[in-house]
Nanobody, 122 residues
């Protein structure tokens, strides 16, 4: 099972970007999916998460600007980022609590994607 993130890039302050992250492999179910980010010299921090039932959680710094969504049929999570600021510059990682079936047993894994760079600069 793996997560593949895409959609990062360079954008001017005030601009928008949409990140996508698709899970692939033999998947039984996916519970929470989310986005985290890590800026140079800083620890990785939560950006937004969404459960399979649709409950969301956002970092205070992105509330009202970022929106997380999911397409459960496609095992994909999105992050719509609007009104971007220079301080949003970071590598963005997707994460998922993913269950697989191996030898008739369910195994749950905490899976991370490879990260995608978001740079907000004029």
């Amino acid at each position: 099972v793996q997560l593949q993130a895409s959609g990062g890039g360079l954008v001017q302050p005030g601009g928008s970007l949409r990140l996508s992250c698709a899970a692939s492999g033999t998947i039984f179910s996916i519970n929470t999916m989310g986005w985290y980010r890590q800026a140079p010299g800083k620890q990785r921090e939560l950006v937004a998460t969404m459960t399979s039932g649709g409950s969301t959680n956002y970092a205070d710094s992105v509330k009202g600007r970022f929106t997380i969504s999911r397409d459960n049929a496609k095992n994909t999570v999105y992050l719509q980022m609007n009104s971007l600021k220079p301080e949003d510059t970071a590598v963005y990682y997707c994460n998922g609590d993913i269950s697989t079936v191996v030898a008739d047993q369910i195994h749950e894994y905490d899976v991370w994607g490879q990260g995608t760079q978001v740079t907000v600069s004029s």
